[in-house]
């Protein structure tokens, strides 16, 4: 069973940066998409950034919340397996616990432990 953690998060204060690290233990080529979540409190876990890992002609499509466009960017290393998820302009509603997901066709995904992100005003 391939893991992954998180790291890179913090404290910042609005309009800072992060850079989100997501390591798996395993090929990230071997997952069709991978990305990132986010949870507020009292909110429900919603989606911030998906990238193509392993689907043929659609390897490095990216997609992304509305709420984050022009501000966030995935990414991926594929020598390092590791997905990034560079958070430029931060806000205070960007705060809450990212999480780093893959997913492969036929399987169950798989899950982070999650990383806090605090954004100040």
């Known amino acids: 069973q391939v893991q992954l953690v998180e790291s890179g998060g913090g404290l910042v204060q609005a309009g800072g940066s992060l850079r989100l690290s997501c390591a798996a233990s395993?090929?990230?080529?071997?997952?069709?998409?991978m990305g990132w979540y986010r949870q507020a409190p009292v909110k429900q876990r919603e989606l911030v950034a998906t990238?193509?890992?392993?689907?043929?002609?659609?390897?490095?499509?990216?997609n992304y919340a509305d709420s984050v466009k022009g501000r966030f960017t995935i990414s991926t290393d594929n020598a390092k397996n590791t997905v990034y998820l560079q958070m430029n302009s931060l806000q205070p509603e960007d705060t809450g616990v990212y999480y780093c997901?893959?997913?492969?066709?036929?399987?169950?995904?798989?899950w982070g432990q999650g990383t806090q992100v605090t954004v100040s005003s």
């Open positions: 395993g090929s990230i080529a071997s997952f069709n998409v």
């Open positions: 997901y893959a997913k492969k066709l036929g399987y169950s995904d798989i």
């Open positions: 990238i193509v890992t392993g689907l043929l002609t659609l390897t490095g499509r990216t």
